[in-house]
């Protein structure tokens, strides 16, 4: 099992640029979270999703949109990208029963200039 | 005031040390905890759950005091390889998605 994955490992885009992030896990968790980490603030929920076709906003949403069409895949799209986006985002997943333990990504490294 | 805090450090200490980490929360209603490491540019793993009557996994022990709402981990006889950044996380439930992990807390381990 390859566990969670995240494409790109790295990118840097331009303000105003847009991309997606994508998440694949082959574990069947039920559960899938974006995150953003950044110097100081620890880990900061963006968008979350508790199974196929749904999806919620987190902690810092703005920005951001997701989609989780199929339960494997979370994706994570950046409309218009800012500097302040400048973060390293890890996607991780859960089963959505019992334990709650959270599995991440290796996480991706993006810089808007 | 931050929903989950932990002193930033960094610790440094020697080789065999015991060193003990905080952490805060304050949302009463929390009713899961972990500790998750994170090595230099790497993702953060869970390390261990904590639960209630307090629970140890060899070389570290957590513990809950939902009184003062903070738990902590305890490493005994530290080894270079414990060198990381240790995030404290907190769930509401029942029915809460959410996880709210502190900023972490660096350590240092030194022969």
């Known amino acids: 099992n390859a566990g969670v994955t995240q494409t790109p490992k790295f990118r840097v885009l331009k303000t105003g640029q847009s991309m997606t992030l994508l998440c694949a896990q082959d574990?069947?968790?039920?559960?899938m979270y974006w995150y953003r980490q950044d110097p100081g603030m620890g880990l900061r929920l963006i968008h979350y999703?508790?199974?196929?076709?749904?999806?919620a906003k987190g902690e810092v949403p703005d920005g951001y949109n997701v989609s989780r069409l199929k339960k494997q895949n979370f994706l994570l799209g950046l409309e218009s990208a800012a500097p302040s986006q400048t973060s390293v985002y890890f996607c991780?997943?859960?089963?959505?029963?019992?334990?709650?333990?959270?599995?991440f990504g290796p996480g991706t490294r993006l810089t808007v200039l | 005031r931050k929903e989950v805090e932990q002193d930033p450090g960094p610790f440094n200490v020697p080789e065999g040390a015991t060193v003990a980490f905080n952490c805060t929360y304050s949302?009463?209603?929390?009713?899961?905890f972990f500790w998750y490491r994170q090595d230099c540019r790497k993702e953060p793993k869970l390390l261990m759950s904590?639960?209630?009557s307090g629970n140890e996994d060899g070389r570290f022990t957590a513990q809950l005091n939902r009184a003062s709402q903070y738990i902590s981990l305890l490493i005994r006889d530290s080894k270079l390889s414990d060198s990381a950044t240790y995030l404290c996380?907190?769930?509401?439930?029942?029915?809460?998605?959410?996880?709210?992990f502190g900023a972490g807390t660096r350590l240092f381990v030194k022969a």
């Open positions: 991780a997943s859960e089963t959505g029963t019992g334990a709650n333990e959270q599995f």
């Open positions: 574990m069947n968790h039920e559960y």
């Open positions: 999703s508790v199974g196929e076709g749904t999806t």
């Open positions: 949302n009463s209603a929390s009713q899961s």
């Open positions: 904590v639960y209630s």
């Open positions: 996380a907190v769930r509401t439930g029942p029915g809460g998605f959410k996880t709210i």
